[in-house]
C-alpha cells in the first residue's frame, strides 16, 4: 500500500459514497485509477466492506467484556458480532479483552444484550459506557 491508496481510503472512511470521478479529481488522478486501486483493495481483504453511520436516535454504547485467560476470543467475538445491535467487535489488549459497539433502540435493549454478554459461559466481566455523541474524524 503507497501513499496515493492511503488518500483513497482516507476518502472512503470519511464517506464510502464518494463517487470515483469525486475522489480522481480530488488526488488528480484518473477515475479508472481510483476504481483499480479500490478493487485491488478489496481483493486484498484492506477494505473489508462498505457500510453506513447512522443517526438513529438510538441507544449506542460500548461494551467491553473480559473473558478467561484460556478463552478463544475469536471464536466469542465471531459469536458476538452476528448479534443484531452489535455494529463492531473488536479484540483489544489492556483490562478488557472484547469491546463491543453496540446500537439499540432503547437502554431496555442495551440491558438484554448486556444480559445476554454476561450470560456467556467464556465471560468473566462487563463494563457498559454510553455513547453520547460521535464526530466523524
Known amino acids: 500500500m503507497d501513499d496515493l491508496d492511503r488518500q483513497i481510503l482516507d476518502v472512503l472512511r470519511r464517506d464510502s459514497r464518494t463517487p470515483y470521478t469525486e475522489i480522481a479529481d480530488s488526488l488528480g488522478v484518473s477515475e479508472g485509477t481510483v476504481r483499480n486501486r479500490v478493487d485491488r483493495l478489496l481483493e486484498t481483504g484492506t477494505i473489508e466492506r462498505f457500510t453506513v453511520a447512522t443517526r438513529t436516535g438510538n441507544v449506542k454504547g460500548m461494551v467491553e467484556i473480559g473473558v478467561a485467560v484460556d478463552v478463544d476470543t475469536h ?3 465471531d459469536r458476538m458480532a452476528g448479534w443484531d445491535e452489535v455494529d463492531y467487535v473488536w479484540q483489544v489488549s489492556g483490562e478488557t479483552d472484547i469491546v463491543l459497539i453496540v446500537d439499540a433502540a432503547d437502554t431496555q435493549g442495551l440491558n438484554q444484550l448486556i444480559t445476554r454478554a454476561r450470560e456467556q459461559d467464556e465471560v468473566e466481566s462487563t463494563k457498559t459506557r454510553l ?7
Open 75 to 77: 471464536t466469542v467475538s
Open 131 to 137: 455513547i453520547l455523541e460521535e464526530t466523524l474524524g
